[in-house]
Structure formats: C-alpha cells, structure tokens
Nanobody, 123 residues
Framework: VQLQASGGGLVQAGGSLNLSCAAS????????AGWFRQAPGKEREFVAA????????NYANSVNGRFTVGRLNAKNTVYLQMNSLKPEDTAVYYC?????????????????WGQGTQVTVSS
C-alpha cells in the first residue's frame, strides 16, 4: 500500500486543520491506520489510530479530546480532524497503515509509511 498525507499548513493557536491520507490499492480497507508526528529535534510519536472498519480508535493523551481520526474506505482515505491546536502540535504529520493487529500501531512495528505534511501552529 502507498500512502500520501496532505492538508497541513499554518494556523493560529486555537484553530483547526483537517489532514487527509490517500491510499492506493484495492485492499486498503483491510489495513488498520494511524497518524504520527515528528517535531524538530524530537522522536516520532504516536498521535491516533483507527481500525480497518473504523469501529475502534485510539489517541495519544496529548491530543485526546481535540483530535478525531476517521476513515472512508470507499475513498481509500483516512482523516485527522485537529481542533484547538496548540503551538506544541507543530510537527510533520505522517500517516501509516498495517496489517498487524490494531494494538501494535503505537509501537510503530510493521507499518507502511506515507510522506508527511507540515503542520505549524503559531502562538
């Protein structure tokens, strides 16, 4: 599977952005998917995950209640709605997918990665 994230940009603190991750391949609906981010000088970190059906989701504590992950398998797309953005959310955001179990996503094992999209939140 090939993934491409988009939708990043510059936004003021308190604003919103909606990221999209377009996937190629007819079997994308079989993959669990996740979002990660990497700020300058920091390690890549888990943000959110969604199961292949969309029935399960998981969030990092730092974004829980502000971010919402969703997917539309008919369009091979996963979304990340980001609200109440903070300067500390500034990072390159990556989408990823896996055929391993849903619970493995935060571990970053066995993930297919897409190119990232820059999100910058100004104070």
């Amino acid at each position: 599977v090939q993934l491409q994230a988009s939708g990043g940009g510059l936004v003021q603190a308190g604003g919103s952005l909606n990221l999209s991750c377009a996937a190629s391949g007819r079997t994308f609906s079989s993959y669990h998917a996740g979002w990660f981010r990497q700020a300058p000088g920091k390690e890549r970190e888990f943000v959110a995950a969604i199961s292949w059906s969309g029935g399960d989701s998981n969030y990092a504590n730092s974004v829980n209640g502000r971010f919402t992950v969703g997917r539309l398998n008919a369009k091979n797309t996963v979304y990340l709605q980001m609200n109440s953005l903070k300067p500390e959310d500034t990072a390159v955001y990556y989408c990823a997918a896996t055929l391993l179990s849903f619970s493995t996503i935060p571990t970053m094992r066995g993930l297919y990665w897409g190119q990232g999209t820059q999100v910058t939140v100004s104070s």
